[in-house]
């Protein structure tokens, strides 16, 4: 993220940035702060690939006026995915 951050801001264009399991290993506090201060403030798009222990719903409730798609990636033990546009893991 600080590599990109520092990319971001020499660059004039809106970058995208595509981040899978963002708060692995990551606490509490920390995860706020990459949400308000990192998430919050990117200028191009975001992609946010998570697993369902991640992303909470004080998250999805900050990052609302960013989010412009949400899909679920599901495995099925047919060995196929299925993917639902507007659902999100049961976030509490």
């Given at each position: ?67 412009a798609k949400v899909y679920m990636l599901e495995y099925g033990e047919d060995k196929r995915t299925r993917i639902s546009e507007g659902s999100y893991f049961?976030?509490?």
């Open positions: 993220m600080s590599l990109y951050w520092a990319i971001m801001n020499q660059s004039h264009n809106k970058l995208p940035f595509i981040i899978d399991t963002p708060f692995a290993r990551i606490d509490t506090e920390h995860r706020a702060n990459i949400t308000e201060k990192f998430f919050k403030e990117l200028q191009g798009q975001l992609f946010v690939l998570s697993t369902n222990e991640e992303i909470r719903h004080e998250h999805m409730v900050s990052l609302d006026q960013q989010i049961e976030v509490k």
